[in-house]
């Protein structure tokens, strides 16, 4: 798999992620806090499936 999910992209993910799934655990969003787990998985791994088939790249140019 080809990273495709940049710098900034990737932390506002994992930020997101974290957060629903704290909101989700702690808060009023119950079981839909789940959620939380795709964009924290495509932030911790760099890839993002819906953007591979978009054509879209957020990763600078090595």
Do not use: E, H, Q
Request: glycine content about 20%; proline content about 6%; hydrophobic content about 50%.
């Amino acid at each position: 798999m080809t990273k495709n999910v940049g710098g900034l992209d990737k932390g506002l993910r994992i930020v997101a992620g974290l957060a629903l799934l704290g909101l989700g655990a702690f808060g009023p969003l119950g079981w839909w806090g789940a959620i939380g787990i795709v964009p924290l998985a495509t932030g911790l791994m760099g890839n993002c499936p819906l953007y591979s088939l978009l054509g879209l790249n957020t990763c600078p140019a090595r």
